[in-house]
């Protein structure tokens, strides 16, 4: 049964739309009388299709439709105007309106129209988004598109950054990662080599890889990421550089029509997606294991102040103590199927560990260390807090490719190799 919500102050326009709806199946229809009881209505509950006129009182459908958005982007709203204008027709579809219907409606193109637009609902919510074929090593659920460059001269090169960055993207850390991978481009152009640069995204994330880097070494990857990029999260794999970014939501904060609830602030401030959710979760999770949870808050504060005390002393003693306190945290994601990434990730960072050695502890690599690892335990600290006490996590594995990622950046601090001097001098970075 799909939700389908009214939107008109005039009620003849909304009777006209019920009786029309009619001879539609499998749908529950709500109304709104303006814009402002729609999107109070659009907090409370999910409405699958909106049909939104546009001159109201109180909240026009202008407004309207920009709140409703936010609350929950993958809810289709048509314009229903009797305004036949293209800049009213603009701004409602760059407000996030699908669709742009005039009044007086034609029945039968209208019912055309509507089982399409369920249509379409449908598929999106088999999520067709999800498929097993992905390129990028962070997550499989990402969308059917992909976006591939050839990068066989400066030209493609050209065309990689133009379309990037000639236009708003709203990518967070977008230039860094553009920058970067165009001087790993030009160098492995200038040496004859050919590369690729392919684009996945999810609806919150976007995967950037640049595939066919061998002729790069591994440790100058590593390293000129940590002097131009120092917080990217990438995994380098194989022959393959991918990139993580994350998603800028806008808000539009100019506008003072709408007096906005605690409740309506909070939705507004989370994105929907169809992952397994913290409260799902724990719901499935035996209660007698949650005590073991509530044990890891002792250990995060004993390896915060082990940290601390490595900081001011770098020794293997201390360091010891640092990742004896992570095994721990080892041993009890080991029980939990569900976060078996995590676990290796966690143990693989205590494997390292174990190799360092007090001749590497000069004062800048042991103050990076700490500094990495205390950002570590943070991000752990928080994925405790989110999953199993607050439960607020939309995903329970929202953790999972940013602490591997970390975990290979504490790897690099202590790469004794340094730029191979025949490739510093071609890469370049500005």
Not at 96 to 103: C, F, I, Q, R, V
Request: aromatic share 10%; hydrophobic share 40%.
């Amino acid at each position: 049964m799909y939700k389908v919500l009214i939107v008109d102050d005039n009620d003849n326009n909304r009777l006209t739309l019920n009786l029309l709806l009619e001879e539609v199946d499998g749908i529950e229809i709500f109304e709104a009388e303006d814009g402002q009881v729609a999107v109070e209505m659009c907090v409370k509950n999910h409405f699958d299709l909106i049909f939104m006129d546009i001159m109201m009182p109180v909240l026009d459908g202008f407004e309207a439709t920009q709140f409703i958005k936010q609350v929950n982007k993958k809810s289709m709203i048509i314009a229903l105007s009797a305004l036949d204008d293209d800049t009213s027709k603009n701004r409602m579809l760059s407000l996030g309106a699908e669709d742009y219907l005039t009044k007086p409606l034609n029945a039968e193109h209208f019912l055309q129209r509507i089982r399409q637009y369920l249509r379409i609902i449908a598929l999106r919510n088999k999520q067709i988004h999800k498929f097993s074929s992905a390129l990028n090593p962070f997550n499989a659920h990402v969308f059917h598109r992909n976006i591939t460059f050839r990068i066989d001269d400066e030209e493609a090169l050209a065309q990689f950054w133009d379309y990037w960055l000639n236009c708003e993207k709203n990518i967070i850390n977008l230039s860094d990662c553009v920058r970067l991978i165009y001087g790993f481009g030009l160098w492995l152009l200038k040496h004859e080599y050919e590369c690729s640069i392919v684009m996945e995204e999810s609806e919150e994330k976007l995967y950037m890889m640049l595939l066919h880097v061998k002729p790069l070494n591994g440790n100058i990857i590593k390293n000129i990421l940590l002097k131009h990029f120092a917080n990217a999260k990438y995994i380098l794999s194989n022959d393959m550089l991918t990139f993580q970014l994350d998603k800028e939501i806008k808000r539009d904060t100019t506008s003072s029509s709408v007096e906005m609830s605690d409740e309506t602030k909070k939705i507004l401030s989370k994105t929907h997606d169809n992952v397994q959710s913290a409260v799902d979760y724990i719901n499935s999770t035996a209660i007698s294991f949650l005590s073991k949870i509530d044990g890891l808050e002792i250990i995060n504060d004993d390896t915060d102040k082990a940290i601390l005390v490595f900081e001011k002393e770098p020794n293997k003693r201390n360091l010891s103590v640092i990742y004896e306190n992570f095994q721990e945290y080892a041993e009890i994601l080991a029980e939990l199927m569900e976060f078996e990434h995590l676990g290796f990730a966690v143990r693989t960072l205590i494997d390292f560990l174990g190799t360092l050695t007090e001749e590497q502890f000069d004062t800048d690599k042991s103050k990076r260390l700490s500094a990495m690892l205390l950002n570590l335990l943070h991000d752990l600290s928080s994925w405790r807090e989110n999953v199993f006490i607050t439960q607020v996590a939309r995903d329970i594995h929202y953790l999972d490719s940013s602490l591997l990622s970390s975990c290979i950046q504490i790897e690099a601090i202590f790469d004794e190799k340094s730029l191979d001097p025949t490739h510093d001098d071609d890469i370049e970075f500005f």
